[in-house]
């Protein structure tokens, strides 16, 4: 993972597109558990303020890590793509995914809902972590594509 930044800041420059300036001097990491019997992480933003709370997270980026997982286990990762436009990803053990950290709205749909809590067998495992950049203009950049998904996803405010 310390190589990630470096290649997707090459990928920038064969592609042409404005650079991230993605950092691997340092992560934020977090392993979440989610438990079975229904058990969800509420839609959000993960840095909905950016500069003006000192964040500057740019790339998430989930690992998970449920080998056994089946489909039926919930759990999934629903990522907004458009107002009413969404993509629910399993948490297959071993599958990496990717996504703007200050840009994209997403959410845990229930996990194992029939399942009973204590069912350690159905726990869904995850583990995140949050890239930082130095192109701090890159934040929350008007110019992105993405730039105006919380505001359609979240009509009231912007989380």
Same mark, same amino acid.
């Given at each position: 993972?310390?190589?990630?930044?470096?290649?997707?800041?090459?990928?920038?420059?064969?592609?042409?597109?404005?650079?991230?300036?993605?950092?691997?001097?340092?992560?934020?990491?977090?392993?979440?558990? +989610?438990?079975?019997?229904?058990?969800?992480?509420?839609?959000?933003?993960?840095?909905?303020?950016?500069? +003006?709370?000192?964040?500057?997270?740019?790339?998430?980026?989930?690992?998970?890590?449920?080998?056994?997982?089946?489909?039926?286990?919930?759990?999934?990762?629903?990522?907004?793509?458009?107002?009413?436009?969404?993509?629910?990803?399993?948490?297959?053990?071993?599958?990496?995914?990717?996504?703007?950290?200050?840009?994209?709205?997403?959410?845990?749909?229930?996990?194992?809902?029939?399942?009973?809590?204590?069912?350690?067998?159905?726990?869904?495992?995850?583990? +995140?972590?949050?890239?930082?950049?130095?192109?701090?203009?890159?934040?929350?950049?008007?110019?992105?594509?993405?730039?105006?998904?919380?505001?359609?996803?979240?009509?009231?405010?912007?989380?």
């Amino acid at each position: 993972l310390q190589i990630l930044p470096g290649l997707l800041n090459d990928a920038c420059d064969d592609m042409k597109v404005e650079p991230f300036g993605l950092s691997a001097s340092s992560f934020n990491a977090k392993l979440a558990v +989610t438990s079975p019997g229904g058990s969800v992480y509420p839609l959000h933003i993960d840095n909905p303020q950016g500069l +003006t709370a000192g964040d500057t997270r740019k790339l998430t980026c989930i690992i998970y890590l449920n080998p056994d997982y089946q489909e039926g286990d919930g759990g999934e990762l629903r990522i907004f793509s458009g107002k009413h436009e969404s993509v629910d990803i399993t948490p297959d053990g071993g599958r990496m995914v990717l996504f703007w950290s200050d840009e994209i709205p997403h959410e845990v749909l229930p996990t194992a809902p029939e399942a009973d809590a204590s069912n350690e067998l159905k726990d869904r495992y995850a583990l +995140t972590l949050w890239i930082p950049t130095d192109n701090f203009q890159a934040i929350h950049n008007p110019r992105s594509k993405f730039s105006s998904l919380g505001d359609d996803v979240f009509p009231s405010k912007r989380v």
